[in-house]
């Protein structure tokens, strides 16, 4: 588990990949940290729809507004997990965009959010590049 903040980190939960509903997301706790499980967006496809974005983000601050601690989890801790993450970052905690994805960057090495995923962020945003 990576820790971004002392209340948010990413982390990996193995097979399978992708899910095929909500109702078979991981639930529990590791650690002390609230599991989000995004395995159900998908992983190297098309992005996700807008509204998907817009959930997961809100499956997360809605813990964090409850003062848990939250470790959003995809199949490996890389992309999905991180790009959730960044929206996070930057919906509840209010950070600029770039700002956000560099600390994610520094904290979890093995961050690889891929371009499609990055893309449909700065579009629920309205983020664009300098």
Same mark, same amino acid.
């Given at each position: 588990?990576?820790? =971004?903040?002392?209340?948010?980190?990413?982390?990996?939960?193995?097979?399978?990949?992708?899910?095929s509903?909500?109702?078979?997301?991981?639930?529990?706790?590791?650690?002390?940290?609230r599991?989000?499980?995004?395995r159900?967006?998908?992983?190297?496809?098309?992005?996700?729809?807008?509204?998907?974005?817009?959930?997961?983000?809100?499956? +997360?601050? /809605?813990?964090?507004?409850?003062?848990?601690? +939250?470790?959003?989890?995809?199949?490996?801790?890389?992309?999905?997990?991180?790009? =959730?993450?960044?929206? +996070?970052?930057?919906?509840?905690? !209010?950070?600029?965009?770039?700002?956000?994805?560099?600390?994610?960057?520094?904290?979890?090495?093995?961050?690889? =959010?891929? /371009?499609?995923? =990055?893309?449909?962020?700065?579009?629920?945003? !309205?983020?664009?590049?300098?």
């Open positions: 588990m990576y820790k =971004i903040l002392e209340n948010l980190a990413t982390d990996g939960l193995g097979e399978p990949s992708e899910l509903g909500y109702v078979d997301c991981e639930i529990g706790l590791i650690d002390d940290f599991i989000i499980d995004v159900v967006l998908p992983e190297f496809d098309a992005p996700s729809s807008p509204s998907e974005y817009k959930l997961n983000i809100m499956r +997360v601050t /809605s813990y964090l507004e409850l003062g848990e601690k +939250v470790v959003v989890c995809c199949s490996h801790g890389m992309n999905r997990s991180n790009a =959730i993450a960044l929206g +996070v970052l930057v919906q509840y905690f !209010k950070m600029d965009f770039f700002k956000a994805w560099e600390l994610i960057q520094s904290r979890v090495p093995t961050c690889t =959010i891929i /371009s499609t995923n =990055i893309v449909a962020l700065t579009k629920l945003f !309205k983020v664009k590049f300098p």
